[in-house]
């Protein structure tokens, strides 16, 4: 960071901190009434900009952390089952007795198991967020967000536009493709990049 002022050099590092270019100028030492405008003019400063990139590639290198290991981990939560982690069924049992037309009555209990941590695999394992246990020995199992996984996965294969959500002009609650697009399924493919 040698081709830098020392307050860019100082924003670089702020700013790989937490990624916030407001909080990043303010903390290099820029003044907080323009802070924001500072730090986005300094994002697109190209030696700035190349700056923050070839510390971003460095931090990668220490810590193995990749674009596609992130990615990775993101869709072992995003395409987690689980049935993986669980198994529950329903047990139909005669109770004993019989009701006035002489048909056995029933009782209908669920069961629900947890399988052993040895069976479960990695990738089911690193989606499970919580098991807890309540007083009375019910079990608690949580996975993490898939959604939020998955959108975050498609964001970063550029998977979405934004701007472009079918729209619903007729009120009748059925989206309708994008203008000048047939009602069939290729009509759709203007969502994606």
Request: net charge negative; proline share 4%.
């Amino acid at each position: 960071m040698t081709d830098l002022t020392n307050k860019q050099a100082r924003f670089v590092r702020e700013y790989l901190v937490d990624l916030n270019a407001k909080q990043a100028a303010i903390r290099a030492g820029y003044s907080p009434r323009s802070a924001e405008v500072e730090g986005s003019r300094l994002l697109r400063h190209p030696k700035v900009s190349a700056a923050i990139a070839r510390e971003r590639r460095e931090v990668s290198k220490r810590t193995g952390i990749t674009p596609e290991s992130v990615v990775s981990e993101l869709a072992k939560l995003g395409f987690s089952d689980i049935r993986k982690a669980i198994t529950w069924r329903s047990n139909v049992t005669e109770t004993g007795e019989e009701d006035e037309d002489g048909v056995p009555a029933t009782r209908v209990t669920n069961e629900v198991t947890l399988r052993n941590s040895d069976d479960i695999d990695d990738a089911t394992a690193a989606a499970i967020t919580e098991i807890s246990q309540t007083k009375d020995g019910a079990l608690k199992v949580k996975l993490a967000d898939k959604r939020a996984a998955l959108v975050d996965i498609g964001r970063h294969l550029g998977m979405f536009r934004t701007g472009s959500a079918p729209s619903d002009e007729s009120g009748d609650g059925q989206a309708k493709p994008p203008a000048g697009k047939s009602s069939g399924d290729e009509g759709w493919d203007g969502l994606l990049q």
